[in-house]
């Protein structure tokens, strides 16, 4: 028999057979929705942005989901988060994770940057002290300082992604999900952000990353996942995904 210590680690990230269906809805208004129903027009239909999806990511890997719009990748990635839940099929995953799936998702606008940065870690499973340790490196991080008293509805967009990203990045987690939030944002930060993702990753955390800059993905991940119309079309190299993909 095996020794326990020459057993594989088990994998952060189980996927399997996975179903995610929506409800397109094709009226607006109580008037479209009469007129529909007197022509016999269908209310509703379903779009199937999952469709019998499996993939197992292990710990430490970096893994593109790529696809375009429609292909169900952003639907995996809130699946994998916990903000969606699967209609069908299993989602697993192991350790604490952190997720960038939308600039200032989570933020309270009346409450200040401060304030905010202690609700946001909470939210992604830090207790006060760990937040009141890091504190001083995620605002340093943000680069906000003069504006982290201000409540956050008078932040920009790009301010926004600084407090977020920085409060990401600075909890424990051993997985990390971005979702296209680093194609916001003004060239150095995205370079400090990338920056400070590729050192994370030597960390040994397990990376998930969404985005449209293939060039991008392909040189920050290892492996690509490539969805078409909620199926797996490719999985494997980074670089062979974005081939695929651009084919």
Do not use: W
């Amino acid at each position: 028999m095996p020794k326990i210590s020459d057993a594989q680690p088990l994998p952060r990230i189980i996927i399997d057979d996975v179903h995610k269906t929506f409800k397109l809805r094709h009226t607006h208004s109580i008037k479209e929705t009469a007129l529909a129903a007197i022509r016999r027009k269908p209310l509703t239909t379903d779009f199937h942005a999952l469709d019998g999806v499996s993939f197992d990511i292990q710990q430490g890997e970096s893994v593109a989901l790529l696809g375009f719009n429609g292909s169900g990748k952003s639907t995996m990635l809130k699946l994998i988060s916990g903000v969606l839940e699967p209609d069908e099929g299993t989602v697993l995953t192991r350790g604490r994770v952190a997720g960038l799936i939308e600039v200032g998702a989570g933020f309270h606008p009346d409450l200040s940057g401060r304030e905010n940065i202690f609700l946001n870690a909470a939210i992604l499973g830090m207790t006060k002290k760990e937040t009141e340790a890091r504190y001083d490196e995620i605002v340093a991080f943000s680069e906000i300082e003069q504006f982290i008293d201000t409540e956050v509805k008078h932040y920009s967009s790009g301010m926004f992604l600084r407090l977020a990203f920085s409060v990401a990045i600075h909890t424990e987690m051993d997985v990390l999900l971005i979702d296209e939030i680093l194609s916001v944002g003004d060239e150095p930060f995205q370079k400090k952000c990338l920056a400070r993702v590729r050192e994370l990753h030597a960390q040994g955390k397990t990376l998930v990353v969404v985005s449209h800059d293939l060039n991008m993905v392909s040189n920050l991940c290892d492996r690509g996942i490539l969805l078409q119309k909620g199926k797996v079309r490719f999985d494997g190299p980074s670089a062979e995904a974005v081939a695929v993909m651009r084919s």
